[in-house]
């Protein structure tokens, strides 16, 4: 085993010499025996080795190739994004976003500095959404969201007024499942997040935002049609031109990474200049046989929303790391007495475990786990637990986010796999950057350790030195930005 497998080992799996400290204490009662196996179960089922996650790794290599092939050809639907010229950090001027993805919208103004200047200045404002224009008509939502962009730029100084004869541009994020068209139209599919506007089923987002745009008579063009994952990309692209993925790991997980445009079968336009092509994975919906499911993973997949779909999603992601947890606790509670006598009802609520509370309780040093205590108490109500009980609380949180950490960094070694960076290439000089934003990554500390540490110890110590993460945070909003000035219509043509 090389230093960085060992040094993985520890990162992820610092719980493991004090659980074995709680069971042996714990060995007298047959109650306690019970949790404690219930542990051990947990902990087989979500085992992740490193020849598993190799395996992993293949596995989503394979499904890539597929997905690039024909259109169904694989659960990973592998969406051509049509964006084909990604910042490069010389991009200058003034560029807008517009980022819709729930009750509320935000509206961007960055300036950019030009010939590797970088950002300038970045201004934005949020807007409510009546609930009323949820359900209502395509006309009524998006002339809301124009006349509130109008109001927007109304205020801005004469400084960024584009010159005589030219359009202010917009990259446009649309957090909605869409089928993209060109790298500046796209039809929905359906609404999610408590949208139900059925006029817009089926229609060009970008047509029916233009129309109210032109309503209005704000001269101002859609440049880009952006999904976020893409736009954490393109975020951390403009300041490093070696960063060759987006990665997303909070409440929902999702990838886009830089394909051969010759490397996708199922492109049928002709090829970019740039012989590049961004994908946009979903690969929430990566299945493999080789994934660690547990019988939570099973019944928290069964009584969800979308059984059998977003399968990956559901085992690494922020919206499900803590119900996991809470299944695996309640099951204790069940059958082991583990927080007294009786089931504590709160326990029985489904999601009221979150993964914020799940990693508050895993970075709890202190010596009688103080921070676990109050989280069990203020959260499941349940009060005056003893600290051994508040041991093997972590080592649940311990096993669950090491699962998860572990099977995100094998998946994007399937992603260096797929584009041939998962080895050293002649003279070593080739640097390769992920860029991962969400608050997993962001937030939770020994996520994101045992992420990187799990990367180097399926890489090996030498390719693991031309591979680095790097957090890019907004995609959704200056990546949006920086995709408009990347498929300006203007490139190329001097600045007035």
Not at 197 to 207: A, F, L, P, R, S
Request: aromatic share 6%; net charge negative.
């Amino acid at each position: 085993m090389g230093k960085t497998a060992v040094g993985a080992a520890v990162a992820c799996a610092a719980a493991a010499a004090a659980a074995l400290v709680v069971r042996n204490r714990l060995g007298s009662s047959g109650k306690w025996e019970r949790a404690v196996t219930i542990v051990k179960e947990l902990e087989e089922q979500c085992g992740t080795p490193t020849s598993k996650l190799k395996l992993v790794a293949e596995a989503m290599e394979v499904e890539m190739h597929a997905g690039l092939a024909s259109e169904g050809g694989s659960k990973l639907k592998m969406l051509i994004s049509f964006v084909d010229n990604l910042p490069t950090g010389d991009e200058k001027g003034t560029f807008y976003a517009l980022d819709l993805g729930g009750t509320n919208f935000r509206t961007l103004r960055v300036q950019l500095g030009g010939n590797g200047k970088g950002i300038d200045k970045i201004e934005q404002k949020e807007v409510s959404i009546p609930p009323h224009l949820m359900t209502g008509s395509s006309e009524e939502l998006f002339d809301f969201i124009a006349t509130s962009l109008a109001k927007f730029i109304s205020s801005e100084p004469e400084e960024f007024h584009p010159p005589p004869g030219r359009q202010r541009e917009l990259g446009f994020t649309f957090s909605f499942p869409v089928r993209q068209t060109s790298v500046a139209s796209g039809t929905l599919i359906k609404w999610t997040k408590g949208f139900s506007i059925e006029d817009m089923v089926g229609e060009d987002v970008v047509g029916r935002l233009t129309k109210s745009l032109e309503k209005i008579g704000l001269d101002m063009r859609v440049a880009a049609l952006v999904n976020d994952t893409v736009g954490t990309l393109a975020r951390a692209r403009f300041g490093n031109q070696d960063v060759i993925a987006g990665v997303i790991l909070g409440t929902g997980t999702n990838a886009a990474y830089v394909e051969r445009a010759q490397a996708i079968p199922k492109w049928q336009g002709p090829l970019p200049n740039s012989g590049a092509m961004v994908i946009n994975m979903e690969w929430g919906n990566f299945v493999s046989s080789h994934l660690p499911l547990t019988e939570y993973d099973k019944a928290l997949d069964a009584e969800s929303l979308n059984p059998g779909e977003q399968i990956f999603e559901k085992l690494i992601s922020g919206m499900y790391l803590g119900e996991i947890a809470r299944r695996a606790l309640l099951k204790m509670a069940e059958e082991a007495d583990f927080f007294g006598d009786t089931v504590p009802p709160k326990l029985k609520t489904p999601f009221i475990f979150k993964t914020p509370d799940m990693s508050a309780i895993h970075h709890d040093t202190s010596s009688d786990l103080e921070v676990v205590g109050d989280k069990l108490r203020d959260v499941l109500k349940i009060d005056d637990t003893a600290v051994e009980t508040r041991k093997i609380v972590v080592e649940v949180c311990d096993i669950v986010a090491t699962r998860g950490a572990r099977l995100a960094a094998a998946s994007m070694v399937g992603i260096l796999k797929k584009i041939g960076r998962d080895t050293v290439k002649d003279g070593g000089e080739q640097r390769t950057v992920i860029a991962v934003d969400g608050g997993l990554f962001e937030h939770y500390a020994k996520f994101r350790n045992c992420l990187e540490s799990t990367l180097k110890e399926l890489l090996g110590d030498e390719v693991a030195e031309t591979i680095a993460m790097e957090h890019s945070n907004d995609g959704s909003g200056i990546g949006a930005a920086l995709l408009a000035a990347s498929h300006s219509q203007y490139l190329g043509l001097t600045e007035s």
